[in-house]
């Protein structure tokens, strides 16, 4: 497996394991990690994992589980035993939810990082209210971020927007995955808190989730390298 230094995690949200791996097999595993996301993975099954470790990719499975704390540490489990490199679960899931989580991975000494899902990158604060939640995105955020971290997480996904803020309460170590990145050359599309790849950085993000500004791009490799050369 490639170690990479570097902080890019490309998204492979495709409809078939053909079309993830043919854009895999454009990807060199020592420039960045990829995504595997429900879509990709409800078609494919762990055949896309298998696939992409053998290939050298270090992947993170963004299932995002959300689920009684028993179910979920189970299913944390059970991905960390398929050996990717991160997984994630819903932090709005609860502290026994996420304390479980980690002690299973602890109790099976499994090292895949665990990270917890803040406030959806696509959500505003109307988005919050609609679900009855009467506080600022970012307050929202730092609340769920530090209950991610008493419960024994090692990072959360947020938007570049509140790495700033993240790094200052819970620390430079504390990972912050930051989708919603957003070249000058790409458009939002659903995300609503969004940043340039160089902005995300000098906020303190750890690591940056891109997918349409490369997958969707006519162009993927060309649009991979500009955001690249954005970050040296
Ligand atoms: O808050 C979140 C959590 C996860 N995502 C995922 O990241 C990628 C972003 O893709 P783009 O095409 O660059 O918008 C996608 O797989 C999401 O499921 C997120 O966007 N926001």
């Known amino acids: 497996m490639a170690v990479t230094e ?9 409809p078939s394991l053909d079309a993830a791996l043919c854009m895999a097999d454009q990807l060199d595993p020592s420039r960045c990690r990829l995504k595997v996301g429900k879509e990709l993975f409800t078609r494919s099954g762990p055949a896309v994992l298998e ?16 689920d009684i704390p028993n179910t979920v540490a189970s ?16 932090a709005s899931g609860g502290r026994a939810m996420m304390e479980a989580a980690a002690a299973r991975l602890a109790q099976q000494r499994l090292t895949t990082h665990l990270i917890a899902v803040t406030v959806l990158t696509s959500m505003q604060v109307s988005d919050l209210e609609d679900v009855g939640v009467f506080s600022a995105v970012s307050d929202q955020v730092t609340r769920l971020a530090q209950l991610a971290k008493q419960s024994g997480l090692h990072g959360v996904v947020c938007s570049a927007q509140e790495a700033t803020q993240l790094a200052s309460l819970c620390g430079d170590e504390f990972l912050k995955v930051t989708p919603g990145i957003r070249p000058a050359f790409a458009a939002a599309n ?7 790849p160089r902005d995300a950085m000098q906020a303190g993000s ?27």
Do not use: C
């Open 6 to 14: 570097s902080p890019l995690i490309i998204a492979l949200d495709y």
């Open 51 to 66: 696939a992409l470790h053998g290939r050298g990719f270090e992947v993170f499975l963004d299932l995002k589980f959300h």
């Open 75 to 90: 299913a944390v489990e059970a991905a960390a035993e398929q050996g990717v490199w991160m997984v994630n679960l819903h």
């Open 190 to 196: 659903d995300q609503q808190r969004i940043m340039t």
């Open 206 to 232: 750890t690591h940056l989730v891109v997918g349409r500004p490369v997958t969707q791009a006519e162009h993927p490799m060309d649009a991979l390298k500009a955001i690249e050369q954005e970050l040296v």
